[in-house]
């Protein structure tokens, strides 16, 4: 009887819960800008249904009251889409009024969401949105698709294609938005069920006749493709590359999402400075990937951006180490490479420090080394040598060579600029930088040839590695691997802004740290 009662007591919350948002529950067409913001903030104020991803109402430690998720606003992945389509646009009439065979000014670019992935029967890996679906709607969900048009008149409408509202699923996977929701949580024009999605595709294709923008190779959605496939047959339309665009638009960075970095990279520097100050000889590699991740999620990281590097002593000439599985011996150098996403971006640190507290000679001089490259190349940023992320990668070989040629590691018999570079090569096989932002290796379709300018992040990561087997390298030096690595933001007024600066690297400091804590740690101890 009691169970019974309090059954009744939930079903007429339920219902109250629904009647608040019933005004909602029907298919929506967004008018204007400032009608999307009102229900936006009416949704934000809504305390009975769940939506799928969190919201200020439900989020308020997270999401501020004007933002869609952490950091952004609604405004910005508007104009992201309205942008994105206008580019588009403008390029196309660059080539007159006949492209891709078609005379025509309109245009249909189409963005799959990721879909949720499976490590082995029906249990998920932690699902991760696509990056330029995110980057385009803010949606967290999985299985949806986002289609944009724009008209001979440029004006710009999007449609998002939602999974429906399923009492049974949202049980097991939890809430879903819904395309009743969506419009105006996401201030798109029109939002439909998943389910239409092709018919509404052959409509649309068929009325406006547009040319196709659809990335096919990078779309999870296998069902999303086969109906793009089989339309863009039946209309004898050609589908063309999008990312080129996107990547385009996601490689400078808005002053919001310069904000996301600075604070990614903040998280991870403080998370990887107590990481260094509690290492200890006798932990596990292990021990250390488990501190940083623990470290980055207390501070509202969604997660670790990549599986990092621990590498202690020899694993540290292995440039793309994961085992992460052996004990820390005095003596050697611990080094780790990772970062953490906050708001949809990353961060990307390395750091090399001894897992006593004190560098040996051999370390430290190696260590230094490496410290004054890294000093030497963030200087040569946007100078000679420094204007794009190849040039930089250039530098950096040389200015290796140079500094083994001085400490005595390779000949000094020729100065050759080939010869040098090789030396340096040899040594650091990697490229010195990467551009970062929603991805740690993010937008990999533009060239690192491309000249720098404000708003752009990318890592700048000198590194030696000498193996056991480099018998033409004195013993003392074998068996060693060290990198540096800082995420770099050119700001809107050309200004270098190293992000990971708060992250300690300066030999003397790692030094202090290490040794303060183990002696704190020591006097507890020897007190017991």
Request: hydrophobic residues 35%; glycine residues 6%.
């Amino acid at each position: 009887m009691i169970a019974l009662k309090r059954l009744a007591r939930c079903s007429a919350m339920r219902r109250r819960s629904v009647a608040k948002i019933s005004p909602f529950i029907r298919p929506q067409r967004c008018l204007s800008q400032d009608s999307t913001k009102t229900n936006v903030n009416l949704l934000n104020k809504l305390d009975g249904p769940r939506l799928g991803q969190p919201t200020a109402a439900s989020h308020p430690h997270l999401i501020l009251p004007h933002e869609l998720v952490p950091g952004l606003t609604l405004a910005e992945f508007q104009q992201r889409r309205i942008k994105l389509m206008q580019n588009i646009q403008s390029y196309a009439s660059t080539f007159g009024d006949n492209y891709n065979g078609r005379s025509t000014r309109n245009h249909m670019v189409i963005v799959g969401a990721a879909s949720k992935k499976y490590m082995s029967g029906k249990i998920p890996f932690v699902f991760r949105q696509n990056s330029d679906f995110y980057y385009l709607t803010g949606c967290l969900e999985p299985d949806s698709i986002l289609l944009m048009t724009i008209d001979e008149g440029s004006r710009v409408e999007s449609m998002l294609f939602m999974r429906p509202k399923d009492a049974h699923a949202e049980l097991w996977d939890g809430p879903r938005t819904g395309p009743e929701l969506s419009v105006p949580l996401f201030g798109v024009t029109e939002a439909h069920s998943l389910g239409q999605f092709e018919t509404m595709l052959g409509k649309l294709v068929s009325g406006l006749k547009p040319h196709c923008w659809f990335d096919l190779k990078s779309c999870d959605l296998q069902h999303v493709k086969e109906g793009v496939i089989k339309t863009s047959s039946t209309e004898n339309i050609q589908l063309l590359p999008v990312h080129s665009f996107l990547e385009g638009m996601r490689l400078v960075k808005s002053p919001a999402e310069m904000d996301l970095m600075r604070r990614t990279c903040s998280i991870a520097s403080q998370s990887i400075n107590e990481v260094m100050a509690e290492t200890r000889p006798g932990q596990s590699e292990h021990h250390l990937f488990a501190s940083v991740d623990f470290k980055c999620r207390q501070r509202n990281a969604s997660f670790l951006a990549y599986p990092p590097v621990v590498a202690a002593g020899r694993n540290a000439t292995i440039i793309h180490y994961v085992d992460n599985s052996q004990l820390l011996q005095p003596q050697e150098l611990v080094l780790m490479d990772a970062g953490c996403e906050y708001g949809g971006y990353t961060s990307d640190i390395t750091r090399t420090w001894p897992a006593s507290g004190t560098f040996t000679d051999p370390q430290r001089t190696l260590y230094d080394m490496v410290s004054v490259l890294q000093s030497d190349i963030i200087r040569m940023i946007g100078s000679i040598g420094g204007e794009t992320l190849d040039q930089l990668f250039q530098s950096t070989c040389y200015r290796l060579g140079k500094y083994l040629q001085e400490i005595g590691l390779v000949p000094k018999a020729s100065d050759d600029y080939k010869t040098v570079v090789s030396h340096g090569y040899r040594f650091c096989p990697h490229h010195v930088s990467h551009y970062l932002g929603m991805d740690v290796h993010d937008t990999p379709n533009i060239p690192r040839s491309k000249a720098l300018e404000p708003g752009m992040v990318f890592t700048v990561e000198p590194g030696i590695y000498i193996g056991h087997e480099c018998t033409d390298v004195p013993p003392e030096f074998r068996g060693i691997g060290i990198r540096i690595e800082d995420d770099l933001l050119i700001s809107q007024d050309s200004v270098v802004e190293v992000l990971t600066a708060e992250c300690i690297k300066d030999r003397r400091s790692l030094e202090h740290l290490c040794q303060q804590v183990s002696s704190s740690a020591k006097a507890a101890s020897d007190s017991a």
